[in-house]
């Protein structure tokens, strides 16, 4: 199982923050994933394009629910 560390969120320039930290956590995650996808075969471009809908789909989930 994969365990993520967040500490409390940035009080100052909270996006850039928030952006920052969830990059260095989730990145090498993200490169492991299409790492394996291209060795499989798979086009990069299309994964990537792939990870960025799906973080699309959940936002828009969780934005009609507040």
């Known amino acids: 199982m994969v ?3 967040f500490g409390k969120p940035p009080v100052e320039e909270a996006a850039e923050g928030i ?3 969830c990059q260095r956590q989730l990145q090498p995650f993200i490169e492991e994933i299409v790492s394996a996808a ?3 075969g798979w086009n990069q471009k299309d ?3 792939a990870l960025v ?3 699309w789909d ?3 989930k969780r934005s ?3």
């Open 53 to 55: 809908e799906l973080a």
């Open 3 to 5: 365990e993520f560390k």
């Open 19 to 21: 952006s920052i930290e």
């Open 58 to 60: 959940l936002y828009e």
């Open 47 to 49: 994964v990537l394009l």
């Open 64 to 66: 009609a629910d507040l």
């Open 38 to 40: 291209v060795a499989a």
